[in-house]
């Protein structure tokens, strides 16, 4: 018969208390956590959250402006016209014409990009009109009352050209202005923003006095 000190006995001893601890302690936590089931509505709703994830490119702009609202000064703008959803839209200050037609859902197929500059920065109040032709503008040109500001190419008066707003086309109009110093007054305008007076249109490169005053008469910056 194999003879067991003290020593031995009290190490066993020792040993099975530690295993019995562990034992002990390992089934308490497990009763302890709750099982995960994940249900089919959960898959449901995961498809649901990724499918809004995937807004357009207009939606996805529209949000992140709207981080910005209490940065950026806001400012109303009636879009009309050949436009998928004519209204007034709350924009910002900054933005553009192609901001305005895509915040109305986009120029319908017969609407004439040609007739207006899209690259030209928004003002509070202004109004931007898709015509399908150039006939079609000068019609409502011609029946519009005097005093409105239009986005297209006339002003305050419809018999002036408004170089805040007018196209390449309609800036050749004027006497001394061709192709160069219409696209000059263009891209002054982008860079610089509005014309306060048509007497700033000295600045723009080729524009001298000489040649502001043969033309001074036929234009507007309202």
């Known amino acids: 018969m194999v003879s067991v000190t003290a020593k031995q006995k009290t190490v066993i001893v020792v040993l099975f208390a530690i295993v019995f601890l562990g034992v002990s302690t390992y089934w308490l936590l497990g009763r302890n956590e ?6 089919q509505s959960d898959l449901n709703l995961g498809q649901q959250n990724n499918s809004t994830q995937q807004n ?20 109303y703008v009636h879009v009309k016209g050949a ?52 006939e079609d503008r000068n019609q409502w040109l011609m029946n519009a009352p005097a005093g409105g500001q239009h986005n297209n190419s006339m002003g305050q008066h419809t018999n002036k050209i408004n170089i805040n707003t007018a196209t390449k086309e309609e800036l050749q109009k004027l006497t001394g202005i061709g192709p160069s110093k219409a696209e000059a007054i263009i891209r002054y305008r982008e860079t610089n923003g509005r014309f306060s007076k048509v007497e700033d249109l000295t600045n723009v490169s080729g524009i001298g006095s000489k040649t502001l005053e043969s033309f001074k008469d036929q234009v507007s910056v309202n």
Do not use: W
């Not at 959803?85 to 120029?107: F, S």
């Not at 609407?111 to 032709?133: H, M, P, R, Y």
């Open 56 to 75: 357009s490119p207009l939606e996805h702009e529209r949000s992140n402006v709207g981080l910005n609202n209490n940065q950026v000064e806001q400012i």
């Open 83 to 134: 436009v998928t959803n004519p209204g007034v839209y709350r924009l910002h200050q900054g933005q553009r014409v192609v901001d305005a037609v895509e915040a109305a859902g986009g120029v319908l197929p017969m609407g004439n990009l040609d007739l207006i500059n899209l690259a030209e920065k928004l003002q509070d109040g202004q109004e931007v009109i898709i015509f399908t032709s150039e």
């Open 34 to 39: 709750s099982p995960v089931i994940i249900t």
